[in-house]
């Protein structure tokens, strides 16, 4: 999506989706509305045809099966070191794809920095983005929105800032990670001052930013608080 006419584009904004892939409607508006913040933003579809049916449950049978199978595109996090030094050779096709979108927009918009905004699952990609430097993939800052699976490791490997938006209800279910990713943002700023953020949205429930209900006011106004919060961050720092 492009910024709206008569509207300087001056940076470049990747959006990746969660496991519901890129048909969902209110991510695709999520691209539409990073593009009004001045952005050409661009979603690409990392999952192809394999992503989870929004009408399904997580409590299906089958869903076991597939998340088995999404792992061999997205790495769980390891606080293994050596772990992340495997990451190209065992997932090339993720990374391939990432670099393959962002050397295309590159190539097209020399001049314009690139970030990167995840939701959820996306917040795998951006992950594995940050502990490469940025000349090979070219994304230069991430803001992930409610990535409940995220851990301090993401912070201690990243080679860009990040920023972290977390919702209450994922602060609850994963405490310990919640804490290790906030403690991870000081001890990373006093070794090589490179600064995260990790910012608790209170009262919100997993996927408000990308699959809430817009109908609803409060929860249609903290979904554009972090989106504003996400745009805000990638211009600070890119």
């Given at each position: 999506?492009?910024?709206?006419?008569?509207?300087?584009?001056?940076?470049?904004?990747?959006?990746f989706h969660d496991i519901y892939g890129f048909g969902?409607?209110?991510?695709?508006?999520?691209?539409?509305?990073?593009?009004?913040?001045?952005?050409?933003?661009?979603?690409?579809?990392?999952?192809?045809?394999?992503?989870?049916?929004?009408?399904?449950?997580?409590?299906?049978?089958?869903?076991?099966?597939?998340?088995?199978?999404?792992?061999?595109?997205?790495?769980?996090?390891?606080?293994?070191?050596?772990?992340?030094?495997?990451?190209?050779?065992?997932?090339?096709?993720?990374?391939?794809?990432?670099?393959?979108?962002?050397?295309?927009l590159k190539s097209a918009y020399p001049s314009q920095p690139i970030g990167a905004m995840g939701f959820?699952?996306?917040?795998?990609?951006?992950?594995?983005?940050?502990?490469?430097?940025?000349?090979?993939?070219?994304?230069?800052?991430?803001?992930?929105?409610?990535?409940?699976?995220?851990?301090?490791?993401?912070?201690?490997?990243?080679?860009?800032?990040?920023?972290?938006?977390?919702?209450?209800?994922?602060?609850?279910?994963?405490?310990?990670?919640?804490?290790?990713?906030?403690?991870?943002?000081?001890?990373?700023?006093?070794?090589?001052?490179?600064?995260?953020?990790?910012?608790?949205?209170?009262?919100?429930?997993?996927?408000?930013?990308?699959?809430?209900?817009?109908?609803?006011?409060?929860?249609?106004?903290?979904?554009?608080?972090?989106?504003?919060?996400?745009?805000?961050?990638?211009?600070?720092?890119?």
């Amino acid at each position: 999506t492009h910024p709206a006419a008569g509207t300087e584009l001056n940076k470049i904004v990747v959006l990746f989706h969660d496991i519901y892939g890129f048909g969902l409607p209110n991510t695709r508006h999520a691209t539409d509305y990073m593009a009004g913040h001045g952005f050409l933003a661009v979603m690409p579809n990392t999952l192809g045809d394999d992503s989870w049916d929004e009408n399904r449950s997580l409590a299906s049978e089958d869903f076991g099966a597939w998340w088995v199978r999404a792992q061999l595109l997205f790495p769980q996090m390891s606080s293994d070191p050596h772990f992340y030094e495997q990451v190209d050779e065992n997932f090339p096709l993720v990374l391939s794809t990432i670099k393959k979108v962002t050397s295309h927009l590159k190539s097209a918009y020399p001049s314009q920095p690139i970030g990167a905004m995840g939701f959820c699952w996306g917040g795998r990609q951006i992950d594995l983005i940050a502990r490469h430097p940025v000349n090979e993939v070219h994304i230069g800052a991430g803001a992930l929105l409610h990535a409940g699976l995220m851990d301090g490791p993401s912070i201690t490997n990243a080679l860009f800032p990040l920023k972290f938006i977390v919702t209450e209800d994922d602060a609850v279910k994963f405490p310990e990670k919640y804490e290790r990713t906030v403690q991870a943002v000081a001890d990373v700023k006093a070794a090589n001052g490179l600064v995260h953020e990790v910012v608790l949205y209170k009262g919100m429930q997993h996927g408000f930013a990308n699959r809430g209900n817009y109908k609803d006011e409060h929860e249609w106004s903290e979904t554009k608080r972090a989106r504003d919060e996400a745009a805000e961050w990638l211009k600070k720092n890119l």
